[in-house]
């Protein structure tokens, strides 16, 4: 089964994307770990990645379908996999049904992670983690305002800015919104709300996948 996974910042894809594909098998890529792993290791595709990302933008069609070519040449194996952070644009949607078209293969499932822009921003204030330990969670479950696991001095994740969570929301709206009509037109595409616990929109989503295969 071959899923994208589109949503807008903060609306829990990673937690999802990463469930499905255990639960299914499936090869899972972030973009989003992968740059921010290339930015550490400090690689060109880091230094061109870094200010972009660091204001909240949105990389080049021309800068991620390579990096996404290329892993889908190691990755398409015959399970599957699920993609989160591509296609963010129409260009990029377009590049993905052309790779695979060329190899007589589609998407089967495009899943869309549906919240208002105000639970996103409250979620945004209340993330935190924790820089010794890498324990992420919610404000109130910090003890005494420090980490739960360590007792380090848990804080905001540096990409947690609300200017950048701006940002990020504004390109999506400009830029992914379309790819979801994309999918809708193409007759895959699944909305789940994003507002409910994580366990129930994963029991959505697999629910919706066991009814499709
Ligand atoms: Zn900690």
């Given at each position: ?8 910042p903060a ?6 994307g990463?469930a499905?594909?255990s639960?299914?098998?499936?090869n899972?890529l972030?973009?989003?770990?992968l740059?921010?792993e290339a930015?550490?290791t ?10 972009i ?14 990096i996404?070519g ?5 990755h ?10 591509f ?30 822009y105000?639970k ?9 983690e924790c820089p010794d330990?890498r ?7 910090l003890v ?21 969570f ?12 379309p790819v979801?009509?994309h999918?809708r037109?193409a007759?895959?595409?699944f909305?789940?709300?994003?507002t409910?616990?994580?366990?129930a ?13």
């Amino acid at each position: 089964m071959r899923i994208v996974l589109l949503g807008p910042p903060a609306s829990g894809k990673g937690t999802q994307g990463r469930a499905i594909a255990s639960r299914l098998g499936l090869n899972y890529l972030s973009t989003g770990a992968l740059l921010r792993e290339a930015i550490e290791t400090r690689c060109d595709l880091g230094l061109a990645a870094e200010p972009i990302l660091a204001r909240g933008g949105y990389l080049p069609d021309a800068l991620m379908e390579p990096i996404l070519g290329e892993w889908l040449d190691r990755h398409d194996s015959k399970n599957g996999w699920v993609l989160d952070g591509f296609p963010r644009s129409l260009g990029q949607a377009h590049y993905l049904d052309q790779w695979l078209s060329k190899r007589a293969k589609k998407i089967d499932l495009a899943i869309a992670l549906v919240a208002p822009y105000e639970k996103l921003v409250s979620r945004i204030r209340s993330r935190v983690e924790c820089p010794d330990c890498r324990w992420s969670g919610k404000t109130d479950e910090l003890v005494l305002g420090n980490c739960p696991v360590c007792g380090g001095a848990a804080k905001s994740r540096q990409d947690d800015d609300e200017e950048n969570f701006k940002n990020r929301h504004t390109e999506y709206v400009a830029y992914t919104l379309p790819v979801i009509d994309h999918y809708r037109e193409a007759g895959c595409l699944f909305s789940v709300p994003a507002t409910e616990s994580r366990d129930a929109i994963s029991s959505n989503i697999l629910a919706h996948i066991e009814s499709i295969s």
